[in-house]
């Protein structure tokens, strides 16, 4: 069985702080995607990574996938309150039509 | 808008009753995906369909079943309920045609099912 774990699960920061949130898997995918899903709503794609190694940088967002395609990360510099929300990774299963989801972070930033 | 569409957005029933949820994947997507999420908790994927087939399961309970009709909408039954049962229950659409390639997922805003 596959599983994605995240943490930290809960993060409260400042407005202006930098943070980074783990996804950590003893799996291989062969590709790891983020979401962030606010209230109400269904999880949105913030971006895929493939390649072992890979780096992907989004506005303040930055994104990397371990060597080994088992884990990711992403940090985020100088948090706005905006950025509130779950953020999730998941991980698509080699030769599967499966994507797993983590556990999600819940990222409170406050003003 | 992510152009998946589901059906009700909201569900109170008792236990034991059996519910059906709709899902109307965006125009032209094949693939349709079924996810639960409790509270505060991430997504357990439940269920795949590429174009009327079964492609992939996860853990999917016995008394929960699920179909994609040639139109392509999916439904999602769910059976006997019980008060676990109770969670958020989102539908993707991915237009990956047939290969292991995911792609992105487009979320409806899900069904919230109580049950009492």
Redesign the interface.
């Known amino acids: 069985t596959q599983l ?1 774990e ?1 943490s930290p699960q809960f993060l409260s920061i400042q407005e202006g702080e930098n943070l980074t949130v783990y996804c950590n898997s003893s799996s291989v995918f ?2 790891l ?1 983020w ?1 962030r899903q606010e209230p ?6 913030l971006v ?1 990574v493939v390649t072992g190694g890979e780096v992907k940088k989004l506005k303040r967002l930055t994104f990397q996938f371990g060597d080994a395609r088992k884990d990711s990360s992403l940090h985020i510099t100088a948090a706005q309150p905006g950025d509130t929300g ?1 953020y ?1 990774c ?1 991980g ?1 299963v ?11 972070t ?1 990222l409170l930033v406050r003003p | 808008d ?1 152009g ?1 569409t589901q059906t009700p957005k909201h569900l109170i029933t008792a236990t034991g009753q059996r519910v059906t949820l709709r899902c109307s994947p965006r125009s032209g997507d094949l ?1 349709v ?1 079924w ?1 639960q999420q409790s509270l ?6 439940l269920i ?1 369909y ?1 174009n009327g087939e079964e ?2 399961k ?1 853990n999917i309970l016995e008394r929960f079943s699920a179909q994609q009709f040639p139109d392509l909408h999916s439904e999602l039954n769910l059976s006997s309920l019980e008060l676990g049962d109770s969670a958020l229950y ?1 539908c ?1 659409s991915s237009a990956a045609l047939g290969t ?3 792609g ?2 487009f ?4 069904s919230r099912l109580t049950v009492l």
């Open positions: 994605l995240q062969s590709s995607q979401y109400g709503e269904g999880p949105v794609l895929t779950l999730l998941a698509e080699i030769s599967s039509y499966k994507l797993i989801f983590g556990s999600g819940r | 992510s998946v693939s995906y996810y505060d908790q991430g997504l357990q994927f795949q590429y492609r992939a996860g989102f993707a292991a390639n995911t992105e997922l979320f409806g805003e899900g």
